[in-house]
C-alpha cells in the first residue's frame, strides 16, 4: 500500500499516476493522504516501524517528494526457518557482486524481510545470509529490467546437521570432493568445511573422525596413500579455522575400499560416477 499522486485538468483529465516515494512511502502500508494544498501541510497513516501503534498518524509541514528513479531494479526477499517456517528477523543479508565483492548489506527487519534497490539491470548477484546459530546461506540472483526480483531464503540449524545412519552420528553436510589425483582444499570445500567448523564451535564436547575414499582409477596402494593425505589435508585445515586437534581424534584414508557405486573398475563408469567417489565423510565420536 503505497501514496500515488496523480494530475488532473479539464482538458486532459488526469495524468500519469506517480508514486510520492520517500518519505511519504516506506516498505510498509502507507495510506490516507490528506493535504491542504495553501499551506501544503497534512497527514498521512502507516505502520511503519518507529510507530506507537499499528496504524499511526504522521504529519508533515512541508512536501518535499523525492524524485521517483525511472528503472526501478531491486532484489527483494523474506527469510525463513526451514523446519518451522517461522519468518527470520535480525538476519544479515549481504549483498556480493560476481567477484564476492560486498556492495551492500542490510539486517532483515521484524517480519523477515530485505530489499536491495537501485541495482543494475540484467545483472547476477550474490546473496549471503548469515545469522547467529544457522548455516550460512549463499545463493545467486538475478536482477531484471525495471522490476523487482523475489527471493525465499531458508536458513538450516546448525544442529540439524547431525544424523544417523546404520546407526552411525555423521555431521551431514554436501561431500567433500576433490580432484583427480589431487589432494588440496579446493573453494567449495572449503565452504563445506567451514560449515562444520561453525557446528563444532557451537558444540564445544564434540569429538569427529575423518575418513577419506578414493575412486577405483590407479593402484590401489596409491589409492589408500592419497586419500590418507586427503583426510590429513581436511584434518588440517580444520585445525588451521580453530579447531583443537585433539578434537579430531583420527583423520584415516581407505583409497577404494568402500566406493558408493559399482565403479570398481570392471564396468565402464562416468567422470560424475567416479566423482562421487572422491570424498571425505566425518563420524561423530563424542557429543
Not at 536491495?116 to 549463499?138: A, C, G, P, W
Request: proline share 2%.
Amino acid at each position: 500500500m503505497d501514496i500515488f499522486e496523480v494530475a488532473y485538468n479539464e482538458d486532459d483529465g488526469f495524468l500519469e499516476a506517480r508514486n510520492l516515494g520517500k518519505p511519504v512511502n516506506s516498505k510498509k502500508d502507507d495510506f490516507s493522504f490528506i493535504v491542504d494544498e495553501d499551506s501544503q501541510e497534512g497527514y498521512f497513516a502507516s505502520n511503519r516501524d518507529g510507530g506507537k501503534g499499528d496504524d499511526d498518524i504522521y504529519s508533515f509541514k512541508k512536501l518535499e517528494l523525492e524524485e521517483t528513479p525511472s528503472n526501478i531494479n531491486a532484489i527483494a526477499g523474506v527469510v525463513t526457518e526451514l523446519v518451522s517456517g517461522d519468518v527470520m528477523p535480525n538476519a544479515m543479508v549481504e549483498l556480493l557482486d560476481e567477484n564476492n565483492i560486498k556492495l551492500k548489506e542490510m539486517e532483515t527487519d521484524e517480519n523477515g524481510t530485505f530489499v536491495f534497490e537501485d541495482l543494475d539491470s540484467d545483472t547476477r548477484y550474490v546473496l549471503k545470509t548469515t545469522k547467529d546459530t544457522y548455516y550460512e546461506d549463499i545463493r545467486e540472483s538475478a536482477t531484471a529490467e525495471n522490476d523487482t526480483v523475489n527471493v525465499a531464503v531458508t536458513m538450516r540449524k546448525l544442529h540439524d546437521a547431525i544424523a544417523v545412519e546404520n546407526g552411525i552420528k555423521k555431521l551431514k553436510t554436501e561431500m567433500i570432493h576433490f580432484n583427480f589425483d589431487k589432494s588440496f582444499i579446493r573453494k567449495d570445500a572449503a565452504q563445506e568445511l567451514d560449515k562444520l567448523v561453525a557446528v563444532m564451535k557451537d558444540s564445544p564436547t564434540m569429538v569427529i573422525k575423518i575418513e577419506s575414499h578414493t575412486d577405483s582409477r590407479g593402484d590401489a596402494s596409491y589409492n589408500k596413500y592419497l586419500s590418507d593425505k586427503r583426510a590429513k589435508s581436511t584434518r588440517d585445515y580444520m585445525i588451521s579455522q580453530g579447531i583443537a586437534p585433539e578434537r579430531i581424534e583420527s583423520a584415516i584414508g581407505y583409497g577404494e575400499e568402500r566406493l558408493l557405486n559399482e565403479c570398481n573398475g570392471r564396468i565402464p563408469c562416468t567422470e560424475e560416477q567416479h566423482y562421487l567417489n572422491r570424498r571425505s565423510e566425518f563420524i561423530v565420536v563424542e557429543m
